[in-house]
């Protein structure tokens, strides 16, 4: 990538960041962009606005957001590679197999393949968090088990996929069960401490981090107060912040630096130390659930209408956070694009972020000269 090109993204972006600010999509954010095979790898990071809409705090760099569903692919799915490599889970794995209370629900058939591309019968959501947070912290993950196994199916399992939580809390319950280690410590010691990027992308920030340097979310009707260091999804609350499908926090440089991890282990110049770049890459193809565009663990773009843009290759892998969150990597132009916002502040009721998404990606790419 040249320097005019370089420019023209800075610019370009400068741009739109600043209209949908206006616009009052989020009261701030910050994208990051890398490009390029590492000898000759550009990297952009660019911060906008604020981080309320009383503009006391600027974004930076080092500005915490709230990540929320990134948790998914970040967190529990590269903790599952990792119960691969350490052979204490299998790819086909039942869920039965591990949970024996299982056999007596539908889950009794369903795999953790199932589970990670959403086809696995749950629904898409339940407010688990209003029985939770009635019992004794100690208690809920096994309260939490017992709701999920409880379950009836939306849908045949595997023949169609519905966008689940559910799936995630579960799967969550089972790294910590196969590991014996809670998920946070899990996170930090065997993915994110390899990398060095532990200081930057964690689960709960609130002990860790000043609160000026953390991007608050919304004005919560349940729990009365503004969210701010504070896991925004209810029923990660509920499990103190730490759970399989939403938790994790994180600035602008280190999502966008696992996001590059994952493009070298993906593009084979680069192995994390505690799981395989042959099994990564099996999780990052798109499964044959009718009607789906889920690998494992990861979305890949839909052919209309995808927050990716227009541009995208088919091939490429990414995923959302309701809090104005998301990545994409596109291993054939060895493209990553991270956009971090709240756009959840003061409301989540606010959805510009929808027309915002592909505009930010696709202004991007062509800037870079990528389409």
């Given at each position: 990538?040249?320097?005019?090109?370089?420019?023209?993204?800075?610019?370009?972006?400068?741009?739109?960041?600043?209209?949908?600010?206006?616009?009052?999509?989020f009261?701030?954010?910050a994208m990051?962009?890398?490009?390029?095979?590492?000898?000759?790898?550009?990297?952009?990071?660019?911060?906008?606005?604020h981080?309320?809409?009383?503009?006391?705090?600027?974004?930076?760099?080092?500005?915490?957001?709230?990540?929320?569903?990134?948790t998914?692919?970040?967190?529990?799915?590269?903790?599952?590679?990792?119960?691969?490599?350490?052979?204490?889970?299998?790819?086909?794995?039942?869920?039965?197999?591990?949970?024996?209370?299982?056999?007596?629900?539908?889950?009794h058939?369903?795999?953790?393949?199932?589970?990670?591309?959403?086809?696995?019968?749950?629904?898409?959501?339940?407010?688990?968090?209003?029985?939770?947070?009635?019992?004794?912290?100690?208690?809920?993950?096994?309260?939490?088990?017992?709701?999920?196994?409880?379950?009836?199916?939306?849908?045949?399992?595997?023949?169609?996929?519905?966008?689940?939580?559910?799936?995630?809390?579960?799967?969550?319950?089972?790294?910590?069960?196969?590991?014996?280690?809670e998920?946070d410590?899990?996170?930090?010691?065997?993915?994110?401490?390899?990398?060095?990027?532990?200081?930057?992308?964690?689960?709960?920030?609130?002990?860790?981090?000043?609160?000026?340097?953390?991007?608050?979310?919304?004005?919560?009707?349940?729990?009365?107060?503004?969210l701010?260091?504070?896991?925004?999804?209810?029923?990660?609350?509920?499990?103190?912040?730490?759970?399989?499908?939403?938790?994790l926090?994180?600035?602008?440089?280190?999502?966008?630096?696992?996001?590059?991890?994952?493009?070298?282990?993906?593009?084979?110049?680069?192995?994390?130390?505690n799981?395989?770049?042959?099994?990564?890459?099996?999780?990052?193809?798109?499964?044959?659930?009718?009607?789906?565009?889920?690998?494992l663990?990861?979305?890949?773009p839909?052919?209309?209408?995808?927050?990716?843009?227009?541009?995208?290759d088919?091939?490429?892998v990414?995923?959302?956070?309701?809090?104005?969150t998301?990545?994409?990597?596109?291993?054939?132009?060895?493209?990553?694009?991270?956009?971090?916002?709240?756009?959840?502040?003061?409301?989540r009721?606010?959805?510009?972020i929808?027309q915002?998404?592909?505009?930010?990606?696709?202004?991007?790419?062509?800037?870079?000269?990528?389409?």
């Open positions: 990538m040249n320097t005019n090109n370089k420019k023209t993204v800075i610019s370009n972006c400068y741009n739109i960041f600043n209209e949908a600010i206006q616009l009052r999509t009261p701030g954010a990051g962009v890398v490009w390029g095979a590492p000898e000759k790898r550009e990297r952009i990071l660019q911060a906008y606005g981080t309320t809409y009383s503009r006391e705090n600027r974004v930076d760099e080092a500005t915490v957001y709230d990540l929320a569903s990134l998914k692919p970040l967190a529990t799915t590269l903790a599952l590679l990792i119960l691969l490599k350490e052979q204490q889970l299998q790819r086909a794995e039942r869920i039965s197999d591990i949970f024996p209370l299982a056999r007596d629900s539908f889950l058939r369903v795999s953790l393949k199932d589970i990670l591309c959403h086809s696995a019968g749950f629904s898409a959501h339940k407010p688990y968090y209003l029985e939770l947070l009635r019992l004794p912290e100690a208690k809920r993950k096994e309260a939490l088990l017992n709701l999920l196994l409880a379950e009836s199916p939306a849908y045949e399992p595997g023949s169609a996929s519905v966008y689940s939580d559910l799936g995630f809390l579960l799967l969550g319950l089972i790294v910590e069960r196969k590991s014996g280690w998920l410590r899990f996170f930090r010691e065997k993915i994110a401490g390899p990398l060095g990027i532990a200081e930057r992308i964690f689960y709960g920030p609130a002990g860790a981090t000043q609160k000026k340097r953390i991007a608050p979310t919304e004005e919560c009707a349940f729990r009365k107060r503004l701010c260091g504070e896991a925004s999804d209810e029923n990660s609350h509920a499990l103190g912040g730490v759970a399989g499908h939403a938790g926090f994180g600035t602008i440089e280190g999502v966008l630096e696992m996001g590059e991890h994952l493009l070298d282990q993906w593009q084979g110049r680069e192995e994390h130390p799981y395989l770049a042959s099994d990564l890459r099996r999780f990052l193809t798109r499964q044959e659930i009718p009607g789906s565009t889920w690998a663990g990861f979305d890949t839909s052919a209309t209408g995808s927050s990716g843009g227009r541009y995208l088919p091939a490429s990414g995923h959302l956070g309701f809090t104005g998301s990545f994409w990597i596109d291993p054939t132009r060895d493209l990553v694009m991270v956009l971090l916002s709240n756009r959840v502040h003061p409301s009721e606010n959805s510009r929808k915002f998404r592909p505009l930010f990606h696709e202004t991007v790419m062509e800037s870079l000269g990528l389409v």
